[in-house]
């Protein structure tokens, strides 16, 4: 299919996939950053209908976020 492995592999086992680090960095950064803001319920149950408003909260979440 050629999918890259991003998350790196099991040191135990024989067999070592290797792996890109930046992107397992920056996907960790993504992923992280996301588990932040489900903390917020507007967010996680996105109340908003239109995307606008979503995005709107999204920014105001992100700017939470960073201003804590």
């Known amino acids: 299919m050629g999918a890259e492995a991003v998350i ?3 040191r135990s086992h024989k067999i070592i ?4 680090e930046a992107a397992y960095k920056d ?3 993504i ?3 996301f588990n ?3 903390r917020f ?3 996680s149950m996105r109340y908003d209908h239109r995307a606008i408003h979503f995005e709107g909260c999204v920014y105001l ?3 939470i ?3 804590r």
């Not at 996939?17 to 890109?20: E, F, T, W, Y």
Request: aromatic fraction near 8%; include cysteine.
């Open 8 to 10: 790196p592999s099991n």
């Open 65 to 67: 976020i960073w201003l």
């Open 61 to 63: 979440i992100a700017a």
């Open 31 to 33: 992923e992280r950053c």
């Open 36 to 38: 932040r803001m489900k």
């Open 41 to 43: 319920r507007r967010f």
């Open 17 to 20: 996939i290797p792996h890109d």
């Open 27 to 29: 996907r960790s950064r």
